[in-house]
């Protein structure tokens, strides 16, 4: 089975940053894209950042690139850079593989913003 299993959320400042970490069970190349996603309660999911084993990436308009997704494919790892943290990211992130058939989603992991 697939599994995708993320880390390195937790409690951060406004105005800090953070890096989380998605790691894949599965060669990225075996999906079409791989994400994340976020959401809050009340809230539906939303998309953060999507990346494709060549490299095209794609970004949620909100984010004005304060968000950088990356990859290491020999590792097979995903990681998202947040950059100038605000309230507002406060939420648990989803990583997301993506085949044609179906979508493949990790846990969460929990971000708070907060002073």
């Known amino acids: 089975q697939v599994q995708l299993v993320e880390s390195g959320g937790g409690l951060v400042q406004p105005g800090g940053s953070l890096r989380l970490s998605c790691a894949a069970s599965?060669?990225?190349?075996?999906?079409?894209?791989m994400g994340w996603y976020r959401q809050t309660p009340g809230k539906q999911r939303e998309l953060v950042a999507s990346?494709?084993?060549?490299?095209?990436?794609n970004y949620a308009d909100s984010l004005k690139g304060r968000f950088t997704i990356s990859m290491d494919i020999a590792e097979k790892r995903v990681y998202l850079q947040m950059n100038s943290l605000n309230p507002e990211d406060t939420a648990v992130y989803y990583c997301?593989?993506?085949?044609?058939?179906?979508?493949?989603w990790g846990q969460g992991t929990q971000v708070t913003v907060s002073a």
């Open positions: 997301n593989g993506h085949r044609h058939v179906r979508d493949y």
């Open positions: 990346i494709t084993a060549g490299g095209d990436t």
């Open positions: 599965e060669s990225i190349f075996s999906f079409l894209t």
